[in-house]
């Protein structure tokens, strides 16, 4: 390998090497520590002045008793599994509207098809954060829904959606679907129509030859639709926080309370780490597609 | 009829054709792309539709397909009528130009897609793949993905997936487009083979007049959605019925001029002051003392030196270009009426013996029964 092309590698690696490894090797150095009142809120601390038996002490007082109190109370095991069905749920929804929006873009007449897609992206202009108050805007007790409905008379008492569950569902839905149908689009955009075509000649029903062809082509654009959608939704905090009630339980929302309320960096830490290990799988999955997808491609 | 006259349903005032189009007319908006058309299209022909692009002929095919709506008219595939009949009912399959192979799907499991859903029992159809990739010869590539094929291979493959149902009229659309020149002429012997042994009837699309020649039993040459000439390719070629089927079918020398004497099958052409009339066969809807056109192919237009006094079509003119072909030349030789004759010579002489060269007078001249005098 040339010099020159050592030097334009190195970038990116040195990149992700002082941007990610390093930010989480000190996570999960935290992780191992023990809570202290003092500043900072953990001990031990490399005291590199001592030398080697500073080192040797510092070791020595690492300990994985973080991850085990994770185990014993009940609280984070079920904020894992409620973050991951709420996430699993959220990609389910999510599909189930992104994939009409691909198929219909994709099928929409060729000069429309830019400012559908700008559309879809549009949203992404705004900060995140605003487009969730806005989102309260509508879906409060008194938001424009509820006025809305009541107005035309569908109901005369307000829906609560605001501060459950659904709420959260809708946060994520809207927030996550472009990353869902930019994926199939991509997929869909690309199909051969004489496929379909080809499908119906040999004894398919239009039904049928969508199901065959259509959705079975699209796979592995869904696949990463609902990877995208899944893997950031599982450690979400800002929409359960904002629009989840108190009884809306998300591992991000934990984990910030850890940090933030109780102060206790080292469980934080734990938490933070076990999350990313659960996520690890879904990213090995994804991988694998997109390695799949290329392979086909060829 | 006897088995040993020639393949000619169309001949035959009692034979019934596999496809029947009666005033067929489509239009997309204001656009017609096929007006009003008559077809007779008998089982076992290899039917080729050939014109330039636009011309109707991917719409024709597809109409038969199931895949285009018939805005006028009917067409019957069997006796019955196709209308409202979707592509899944019909007894017809289709090669694709694409070749729209199932991109996720293994060669075999390309070929058993249509089995599948069809009544062919399940313990039928590994037999049925088995013997469609034995046709086509490709056995031993029954476990690969399309991609991983050659273009030619996945030709076969298309052809085989289109074949394996047995149906009763295969369409080919531009089947041969996409492969090198080479193995297309290959192709078209092994497609004339298959549909041999296969007896179905093939309605092919192309654009390529030399493949449409090659392997079609008769040609169709459409143009602005009109069939312009339905015949067998000898009789497109040497007795085309308007100057439009002789100039798109092959090189062609065209003469214009006033039609002065018309016999039984003989017409004469004048077409130029103090010129001897030129004669040929006569061309349909022809009558006398209408302006009409001869056309004449390069191959027949023999050269020489001296004026060939024993020959009644006999011009002279200045050699203006040689085009050295290897295995011919052609002559291009101006008339002093200005107009550019094309003579195709082939070498069975080296070319340093060659007599004619640029700048020469030289005499051109043809049989009486070489060209033909069309209405134009």
Same mark, same amino acid.
Request: net charge negative; charged share 20%; with cysteine.
């Given at each position: ?298 | ?155 076969? @493959? %298309?052809?085989?997936? #289109?074949?394996?149902?047995?149906? =009763? !009229?295969?369409?080919? $659309?531009? /089947? ?38 090659? @392997? %079609?039993?008769?040609? #169709?040459?459409?143009?602005?959605? =009109? !069939?312009?000439?339905? $015949?067998? /390719? ?143």
């Amino acid at each position: 390998m040339s010099l020159a092309r050592r030097l334009l590698i190195s970038v990116p690696y040195t990149w992700l090497l002082a941007l990610f490894l390093v930010p989480f090797l000190i996570v999960l150095k935290i992780s191992l520590s023990d809570y202290a009142n003092s500043i900072p809120p953990y001990t031990p601390t490399l005291e590199v002045g001592e030398g080697w038996s500073g080192i040797k002490e510092f070791w020595s007082a690492l300990d994985f008793e973080n991850f085990v109190f994770l185990t014993e109370d009940a609280l984070y095991i079920k904020a894992y599994w409620s973050s991951l069905k709420i996430a699993a749920l959220a990609t389910f929804f999510t599909l189930l509207i992104g994939f009409p929006f691909a198929y219909g873009i994709a099928n929409a007449p060729q000069e429309w098809r830019p400012s559908l897609l700008m559309l879809i992206i549009l949203p992404f202009w705004t900060s995140f954060l605003i487009r969730i108050y806005a989102l309260i805007g509508i879906i409060s007790n008194d938001g424009f829904l509820n006025q809305f409905l009541m107005w035309i008379g569908a109901i005369s008492d307000p829906l609560v959606i605001m501060n459950t569950n659904l709420a959260v569902y809708i946060g994520i839905v809207y927030t996550y679907l472009p990353f869902m149908v930019l994926p199939i689009y991509a997929t869909l955009e690309k199909l051969d129509s004489s496929l379909l075509e080809a499908a119906q000649d040999l004894g398919c029903t239009r039904i049928s030859a969508f199901w065959s062809v259509t959705v079975h082509l699209s796979k592995p654009g869904v696949i990463a639709g609902c990877f995208l959608v899944f893997i950031p939704a599982l450690g979400e905090f800002v929409i359960p926080s904002l629009l989840g009630g108190s009884r809306t339980l998300m591992i991000g929302k934990v984990l910030w309370e850890e940090f933030f309320s109780n102060r206790d960096w080292p469980l934080a830490s734990a938490v933070a780490v076990i999350l990313l290990l659960v996520l690890i799988i879904p990213i090995v999955l994804l991988q694998r597609n997109e390695q799949m997808q290329r392979e086909q491609n060829k | 009829m006897n088995a040993d006259a020639p393949f000619a349903p169309w001949e035959d005032e009692t034979a019934t054709p596999l496809i029947e189009f009666s005033n067929v007319t489509k239009r997309f908006g204001t656009f017609t792309a096929i007006d009003d058309i008559d077809l007779k299209i008998y089982p076992q022909e290899f039917f080729a539709l050939l014109g330039p692009s636009g011309c109707g002929k991917t719409t024709l095919m597809r109409m038969l397909g199931g895949f285009e709506t018939v805005t006028d008219g009917r067409i019957t595939i069997d006796g019955t009528d196709m209308n409202g009949i979707p592509p899944n009912k019909r007894a017809v399959n289709m090669m694709f130009q694409s070749y729209a192979l199932f991109p996720h799907l293994t060669v075999a499991q390309n070929l058993a897609f249509g089995l599948k859903r069809s009544d062919m029992p399940k313990s039928e159809i590994d037999g049925r793949v088995e013997e469609m990739l034995r046709l086509v010869q490709l056995q031993k590539f029954a476990s690969r993905k399309p991609h991983q094929m050659s273009g030619g291979q996945r030709q076969r @493959v %298309a052809l085989a997936r #289109a074949l394996a149902k047995a149906p =009763k !009229l295969l369409l080919l $659309d531009e /089947p041969l487009g996409a492969l090198d020149k080479k193995l297309r002429q290959e192709t078209q012997f092994e497609l004339m083979d298959i549909q041999e042994k296969t007896g179905t009837t093939f309605v092919i699309v192309t654009h390529d007049q030399e493949e449409a020649m090659t @392997v %079609a039993s008769r040609i #169709a040459v459409m143009d602005h959605g =009109k !069939l312009k000439q339905v $015949d067998t /390719p000898d009789r497109i070629y040497e007795a085309p019925s308007s100057v439009y089927v002789a100039d798109f079918i092959g090189d062609v020398n065209i003469i214009e001029g006033q039609v002065t004497q018309l016999a039984e099958d003989t017409a004469e052409l004048s077409w130029g002051e103090g010129k001897p009339a030129i004669r040929g066969m006569a061309g349909e809807n022809l009558s006398i003392s209408t302006s009409g056109a001869f056309a004449v192919r390069p191959e027949k237009v023999a050269i020489f030196t001296e004026e060939p006094m024993d020959r009644h079509n006999r011009v002279s003119g200045i050699v203006e270009d040689i085009a050295y072909l290897g295995n011919m030349s052609t002559y291009y030789v101006r008339l002093e009426s200005g107009a550019l004759i094309k003579s195709q010579i082939a070498n069975n002489r080296r070319i340093s013996r060659r007599s004619i060269t640029w700048g020469d007078t030289v005499w051109l001249s043809w049989t009486d029964t070489a060209g033909i005098v069309l209405a134009s």
